[in-house]
């Protein structure tokens, strides 16, 4: 039994060796030249964060209400924020822990987080904020860029890094990306403090997001294999339940459901662990039951950071 999952498993990485890696892509080629990695529900995720909302408000909202009809999506109705105030909910999801932050004063946390993993696939990241200088500026405030908002900027190992922390850029950069193709795999785009409504309100963020995403949301070398994420850092009110707005889309977004909500309790590191478990997998049917294995090296499968994340519930996509 075990010799012929063992000789199964070999016949299937030769195959997997020889084939091209953007014929695995369901015919579609990879969002950035062929070396780029494929995952089994996207090769590619952009983030949209948001600020200090209630769900039910978003909900209700015109633009935000509609991203997942409008766009090929589902809305998480059950979604909720880690803890108040912001920062700790930008540092976990990306790393699936608050810890080493202190409301919203500067923090350096030597740990690992989604860069790591990325970087061991070879999957490209940029985190795109909005008013950033770049150069690796430290920063906790310039003009309307916040780093509590930039959690990159907080892990020393991104933040003494001069090769990492120039992936952190502003988000001008987007469209230049987009232009020449090159917009990297994981994508974490920070509005400034009024367009993601922090300094400013719902409807401006609102605004603010529509005027933004629906030209480029058009344009394939943008939305290619690509799933968008829109979601808000926490609530508003801290005396409610931390439920947030986060809507999964895009218009090539390949998901198993047409469901446009879902109702499972999730929370930011349910999004993370999603993007860890972006794995392709290749069903081999034997005489009784199935094969199930992670199908060519160069996919997601990022595995975890033993943090929260390994134990949360990943998104049914
Ligand atoms: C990693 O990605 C880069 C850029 O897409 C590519 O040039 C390089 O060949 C890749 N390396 C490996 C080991 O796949
Ligand atoms: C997409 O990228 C190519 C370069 O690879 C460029 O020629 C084209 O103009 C880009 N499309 C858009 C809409 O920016
Ligand atoms: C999704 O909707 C399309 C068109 O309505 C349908 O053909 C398809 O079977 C549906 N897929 C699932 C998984 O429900």
Redesign the pocket.
């Known amino acids: 039994m075990m010799l012929l999952s063992l000789a199964v498993a070999t016949v299937f990485t030769l195959i997997a060796a020889s084939a091209s890696p953007t014929a695995e892509t369901d015919g579609t080629s990879s969002p950035s030249g062929s070396a780029a990695p494929p995952g089994k529900y996207f090769d590619r995720v952009v983030i949209f964060i948001f600020e200090n909302e209630n769900y039910k408000a978003v909900h209700n909202d015109a633009y935000f209400g509609s991203l997942a009809s409008k766009h090929n999506g589902v809305e998480l109705s059950n979604y909720f924020a880690l803890t108040h105030p912001s920062q700790p909910n930008y540092i976990g999801l990306i790393s699936g822990s608050t810890d080493g932050t202190f409301l919203d004063y500067e923090s350096n946390i030597n740990r690992n987080s989604i860069v790591d993993l990325l970087e061991a696939k070879n999957i490209s990241w940029k985190s795109y904020q909005e008013a950033y200088t770049g150069n690796c500026d430290t920063s906790m405030r310039i003009g309307t860029y916040a780093r509590k908002h930039n959690p990159f900027m907080s892990m020393t190992n991104i933040q003494k890094d001069s090769n990492r922390c120039v992936n952190i850029v502003n988000a001008d950069q987007l469209d230049t990306d ?5 917009v990297p795999q994981f994508v974490f785009y920070t509005p400034d403090m009024n367009n993601c409504g922090h300094d400013t309100s719902l409807q401006y963020a609102s605004k603010w997001f529509e005027g933004y995403l629906e030209p480029r949301i058009v ?3 943008f939305t290619k294999s690509t799933m968008f994420v829109s979601t808000w850092d926490e609530a508003k009110d801290y005396l409610i339940p931390n439920q947030v707005q986060t809507v999964l889309f895009g218009p090539s977004f390949k998901r198993s459901s047409n469901a446009s909500s879902d109702n499972t309790k999730y929370n930011h590191y349910s999004l993370l662990k999603t993007i860890e478990d972006n794995v392709r997998t290749w069903n081999l049917k034997k005489r009784s039951g199935t094969y199930t294995h992670s199908f060519l090296s160069h996919q997601w499968d990022l595995g975890n950071l033993g943090e929260n994340d390994a134990k949360a519930t990943a998104i049914s996509l």
């Open positions: 987009i232009s020449n193709n090159d344009k394939e070398n």
